[in-house]
């Protein structure tokens, strides 16, 4: 037998997390395919391709609880690093369209040719190949991060300052990618795709696909994010979290500790963005929007910071209860959205994985609870 | 007795002299308005005929009458809007609504509502009557009573001088006392000796090109562009080109100032917005997210008090900044007192409260006002533009928002400075435990403060409002912007905030002509990104051991 | 040929560029028995001088307490010392060969300076053994961070060390819920993780009860010798129980120094200091 994962032993939360998706990366592309669509359990296309998004948002929100709720930087514009990915993808889905657009050019996609372009821009170039694409997913968002941060964390610039200074890095992003000149398909982004990979994104086993993959990732990025944070990094990053000063005192280089894993973050957001676009069908400019960004922080408070799995629950509530609301009652969403922002920071500061954690469910789990756990636990 | 008598028959003789007298002088002046309002009616008798040299003895006539009337008669005759009714021949003016027409009686400016197209009928003009029509309107605007009439005729003429109208112009400068007039008036005169062609005197033509130097008129620079294509006299060409480019560089140097201009007046706006802020984080340390609505609160008091006093716009305007003070302030210390009081100490935790509020605020005056953007008046005084000289105009409100907020900045630093508030103020923003101790009581400092720069964001708010367009994303778009204000300046900085404002309004003005309006504000949050690696304390660090 | 040279004059092979340099701070050199230099250091903040032309030298092995009435410069040294603050003018070295001044923090703390600040500062939300660990000598790259693993060499010297400072059985407590005296041994413990040779130490009995207190001073005392300790301290009691050597700051310059008796015979050090701090503090 295989043992047991070490780092799940004492991860409860996560070990509930991953078995669940196991079973949802299983049987809803099984229900969907094989169940007949009057049946009961029939599962929809639209609801697969919905659960789906809020798998690539669960993945974009543990990717701001690593740098929020281990390292203590407030990042507003982790909604970048998203959109980025999602751009690189949908690069790659416009090429894929080939003749089959509007305009039926070879080489130019619809939105250039209504433009006038007279040639592929050298950013496009390359995007045709999958591999080519998936590689752009992780470097232009890591790098972007990278050189973000190599010049705010070496200059020492922290708290408030600096979360300003990420929301100006998105928004900036996004005025940039609102003009047609840049070759980004302006206000209207990329869309109308049509194959990924020569399976056709109309298909349900395309979908299914899509949704798999979709679970196989915010897994991965699981699994690896709770590696590096029980690694001896991840303690120091809760330590640079605490006392800054008395990281740098005791010889680490926290702006390096701090580049690295804010890095790393911005691959994985990346990477959700990346799955999200197939399966909404369309990237533009508005994900770049301070709002959009700010909200991944929200479903991080309301699942609980610094526990990871919290930022899965968080961002699946809060997105299931806007397309709900959204539709049912839109004035209400975003009184709503406000009204959680306060009551959350005043009234519930661990979030739903710190009523999780209190409560009496977790207690047989406790038997099991080595040193690590009692880090962990003290983390939040 | 008898002298007594002599003396009043004398008397009433002269009284009865001069009564005649003035009745003969009246009458006299009677007589001779019947003849011009006889004129003015001949005239337009005659613009109803159909044939085109009555119609133009008509123009001449108008002209002739001095009725103050004539001018709207002939251009509205020039610009195809003078009709007549079919059924009594009533001259009118006519402008298109819809299918039909919208018509006012000519003699009398009464509003006869809307008439259908049929029961009109156009006075029709041709080629003749319409440069005749031009000719006579010119003159008439350079005799007109107001200086700034007869400017903009002498200048409306640049473009379409001819030998008649050149001797119009010399008649006039005799007997022209306006500077500004007399001067146009030569550099018309001056560019009609250009024009003259090879029959004029080639040494003339230069003494006049000298007249021409430094003259900022477009038509002027049109003139010396053409003369360097056509012109064959080298001394001709070399002076034109000296001229042409002394001019150019004056352009230039008032387009600098222009651009200078509109930056400080984003820069001001900037300030307005970011000063508030400034005050609340240098404080109390927190980063109110909900700023930007706060200045939207303020706005949208502007538009109510418009509402409620349609009639007196400006006053309402005036009125607005206490109350929009009043409103925005209020609404701040109650964010204080429910919201952030409870969240000293997390930063963090306070953005994201305060971002929560401003969805909140949004989404109010989204459900109150209906999400549309509603516009606010710009009061008379306020409107218009201040022209320097033909290539520099300042827009009035910018002129008026940029006085207002050195106003405003000049006594929040007296307030901070001199008010016992103020020093309260000051003492905790640099030692909260020390003033604490010193009986300052930090609590109610901390609100005051936080409805002090609410009440600041809300006076911005009414700003705005003469400037763009209020609606629910008012705040948004100035937010950012704020921040990087104060981000710049240093915080808890007044000094800093202005300067910082300043120079991030004028240095974005600058660039944008380079690079277009989106990539110069690219630009500057990537010149500010680099700028806090040298100086992460911003402009103006606070000083001491604890900046540290 | 010609090539080849301008190549070698860009890359030349007994050189590398400063990135491939390993991040190793140059060794200790001590032949001449002083660890630490400071010469004509002075500092300003906004126009109050902290520092002002201040000379002070450190033996090896030596323990030195440094007093002086509040706002004297004490903790301005330790962030000059530290890399925290750059002097405005003036030299450290650290030993014969490593010049403080151009290090930041991380790299003046692995060159063998630790510090303890003068509110204890440990990690609060780490166990105590967590603590210690992330403390512990060693290669503090990011990556091999990541990849660290506890080797028993290493267990051990965090046993021994929680030895020390008796902390033995709060291992696996959590900082945070230590008292404000075992919350300084257990920064005194960090730093003896980073098996520093120079120990910096500001107000480490602060809030300590006596016995507390009287264990500290015989752990310092102790560490001595193999090691150099300063001690900056308020508490004149404790002073006199360890000290050898006093040098006594005032207004950013050493008024005295010597033996405690020498100094406390001192005219002038007794008008500014030692005539106020005879009261309780």
Redesign the interface.
């Known amino acids: 037998m295989i043992s047991y994962p070490k780092i799940l032993q004492t991860d409860l939360g996560g070990s509930l997390l991953l078995g669940i998706l196991m079973i949802a990366g299983l049987l809803v592309p099984l229900l969907n395919l094989t169940v007949n669509d009057t049946h009961l359990l029939h599962v929809s296309t639209y609801t697969m391709a919905l659960l789906g998004k809020y798998l690539c948002y669960a993945l974009l929100a543990i990717a701001v609880d690593l740098v929020w709720g281990y390292l203590g930087i407030l990042s507003l514009g982790h909604g970048a690093f998203f959109t980025l990915g999602g751009y690189a993808m949908g690069m790659y889905l416009m090429r894929q369209i080939g003749t089959r657009g509007v305009y039926g050019h070879p080489l130019l996609p619809d939105f250039m040719v209504f433009l006038n372009w007279p040639e592929l821009p050298w950013f496009w170039n390359g995007f045709n190949w999958f591999w080519f694409a998936m590689l752009m997913v992780i470097v232009v968002p890591g790098l972007l991060a990278y050189v973000f941060g190599w010049f705010a964390f070496r200059s020492r610039v922290t708290g408030v300052y600096l979360s300003i200074m990420t929301q100006a890095l998105t928004y900036a992003l996004m005025l940039a990618f609102f003009r047609n000149e840049m070759g980004f398909g302006g206000n209207n982004g990329l869309t109308d795709f049509k194959d990924i990979l020569g399976f056709s994104l109309q298909s349900d086993e395309t979908r299914a696909g899509l949704f798999v993959a979709s679970v196989i990732a915010l897994a991965g990025g699981y699994v690896s994010s709770r590696w590096v944070m029980n690694s001896r990094l991840g303690k120091l990053c809760t330590a640079i979290r605490d006392e800054e000063d008395r990281a740098r005192f005791i010889g680490y280089r926290v702006e390096d500790a701090k580049l690295w894993v804010f890095t790393f973050s911005a691959v994985l957001a990346g990477i959700a963005g990346a799955l999200y676009v197939p399966q909404v069908g369309i990237i533009n400019p508005t994900e770049f929007a301070p709002l959009a960004s700010i909200e991944i922080v929200i479903w991080v408070a309301v699942g609980g910071r610094a526990t990871l799995y919290g930022a899965v629950i968080g961002a699946m509530i809060i997105n299931y209860a806007k397309s709900y609301l959204t539709a049912a009652l839109p004035d209400v969403w975003l009184f709503g959205l406000g009204a959680l922002f306060i009551l959350v920071t005043l009234f519930l500061p661990h979030g739903v994985a710190g009523l999780f954690r209190q409560g009496s469910f977790a207690f047989w789990w406790k038997k099991k609870e080595t040193l690590t756990v009692v880090a962990e636990r003290a983390n939040l | 007795m008898v002298a007594f008598s002599y003396k009043l028959k004398k008397w009433i003789l002269y009284t009865v002299v001069a009564i005649i007298g003035l009745s003969f002088g009246s009458l006299d002046r009677c007589l001779a308005e019947t003849t011009q309002i006889g004129v003015f009616n001949e005239a337009l008798v005659l613009l109803l005929e159909k044939n085109f040299s009555k119609k133009s003895v008509a123009i001449e006539k108008l002209a002739e009458s001095g009725d103050a009337r004539s001018e709207r008669i002939l251009e509205a005759l020039l610009s195809g809007d003078l009709f007549y009714l079919k059924k009594n021949k009533t001259l009118v003016y006519a402008h298109r609504e819809g299918s039909a027409y919208a018509i006012r009686e000519v003699l009398t400016d009464e509003d006869l509502g809307i008439e259908k197209k049929r029961k009109l009928k156009k006075i029709a003009i041709n080629n003749n009557l319409r440069a005749q029509l031009k000719d006579v309107l010119a003159r008439m605007g350079l005799t007109h009573a107001d200086a700034g009439i007869r400017l903009a005729a002498v200048n409306k003429m640049l473009d379409t001088l001819t030998p008649e109208i050149d001797e119009l112009l010399t008649d006039r400068l005799e007997t022209e006392t306006d500077p500004d007039v007399k001067e146009a008036l030569m550099t018309a005169l001056s560019i009609a000796v250009l024009r003259g062609g090879p029959e004029t005197n080639t040494s003339d033509r230069l003494d006049v090109l000298q007249q021409l130097t430094g003259n900022l008129q477009p038509a002027v620079r049109n003139e010396l562009t053409q003369l360097m294509e056509k012109e064959t006299d080298a001394d001709l060409r070399k002076a034109a080109s000296a001229i042409l480019d002394g001019i150019e560089m004056r352009i230039a140097i008032f387009e600098f100032f222009e651009t200078l201009f509109f930056g400080l007046s984003l820069g001001s706006v900037l300030v307005l917005a970011a000063i508030g802020l400034a005050i609340t984080f240098g404080v109390i340390g927190v980063i109110n997210m909900a700023h930007g609505e706060l200045i939207m609160l303020g706005a949208y008091t502007t538009y109510v008090f418009q509402q409620m006093m349609p009639d007196a716009i400006g006053m309402a305007l005036l009125l607005s900044i206490p109350a929009a003070f009043a409103v925005s302030g209020l609404a701040g210390i109650l964010i204080e007192r429910t919201i952030i009081r409870f969240l000293y100490g997390r930063p963090l935790e306070t953005l994201l409260a305060t971002f929560g509020l401003s969805l909140i605020l949004q989404q109010a005056v989204r459900s109150i006002f209906s999400p549309l953007n509603r516009s606010v008046t710009t009061p008379d005084w306020m409107s218009g533009a201040i022209q320097l000289n033909p290539v520099l105009s300042l827009t009035t409100n910018r002129v008026v928002i940029l006085i207002f907020s050195f106003l405003v900045f000049a006594g929040l630093s007296l307030l901070l400075k001199k008010s016992s508030i103020g020093l309260q103020v000051r003492a905790v923003s640099q030692n909260r435990p020390m003033a604490r101790a010193m009986g300052v009581r930090a609590a109610r400092v901390d609100a005051l403060t936080f409805g002090l720069g609410s009440g600041i964001a809300g006076i911005a708010g009414v700003a705005l409002s003469q400037l763009t367009n209020v609606g629910p994303n008012l705040g948004q778009a100035y937010i950012v912007d704020s921040f990087m204000v104060v981000v710049f300046g240093g915080v808890g900085n007044l000094w800093g905030t202005l300067i910082g404002g300043l120079s991030l309004g004028v240095t974005n003005k600058f660039l944008e002509p380079w690079t277009g309006a989106v990539l110069a504000k690219i630009l500057i949050l990537v010149i500010i990104i680099l700028f806090i690696q040298k100086r992460p304390q911003g402009l103006f660090p606070q000083k001491g051991r604890a900046a540290g | 040929m010609n090539t080849l040279e301008n190549i070698r004059s860009f890359w030349p092979r007994d050189q590398v560029f400063d990135f491939l340099i390993p991040d190793m701070p140059p060794d200790l050199d001590l032949t001449h028995g002083v660890i630490l230099y400071l010469e004509g250091i002075s500092v300003s903040?906004?126009?109050?001088k902290?520092v002002d032309d201040l000379n002070l030298y450190i033996q090896n092995g030596e323990l030195r307490c440094i007093i002086g009435p509040n706002g004297a410069g004490k903790t301005t040294i330790m962030?000059i010392i530290?890399g925290?603050?750059s002097p405005d003018t003036g030299s450290a070295w650290f030993g014969q060969r490593i010049n403080l001044l151009k290090m930041?923090?991380?790299e003046i703390?692995?060159s063998g300076i630790?510090?303890k600040?003068q509110k204890p500062?440990?990690?609060?939300?780490?166990?105590v053994?967590?603590n210690l660990?992330?403390?512990m000598?060693g290669n503090?790259?990011?990556w091999s961070?990541?990849?660290?693993k506890l080797n028993s060499v290493q267990q051990g010297n965090i046993e021994a060390v929680l030895e020390t400072i008796g902390l033995k059985e709060k291992i696996?407590a959590?900082a945070?819920s230590l008292s404000h005296g075992q919350k300084q041994w257990l920064e005194i413990g960090?730093l003896l993780?980073?098996n520093p040779k120079l120990l910096l130490v500001d107000e480490p009995v602060a809030g300590m009860t006596q016995q507390e207190t009287e264990r500290t001073a015989e752990l310092l005392t102790d560490l001595a010798g193999t090691r150099s300790v300063v001690v900056v301290e308020h508490d004149m009691e404790f002073v006199r129980s360890i000290a050898q050597e006093v040098t006594v700051l005032h207004q950013g310059r050493v008024l005295a120094e010597g033996r405690m008796d020498e100094v406390q015979n001192n005219q002038e050090v007794i008008e500014v200091y030692l005539g106020e701090e005879n009261a309780p503090h």
């Open positions: 903040f906004g126009g109050f902290a962030d530290t925290k603050t930041n923090e991380p703390a692995r630790g510090r600040f500062t440990v990690f609060e939300n780490h166990t053994h967590d660990e992330l403390a000598v503090k790259q990011v961070t990541l990849t660290a696996t959590r945070g960090m993780m980073q």
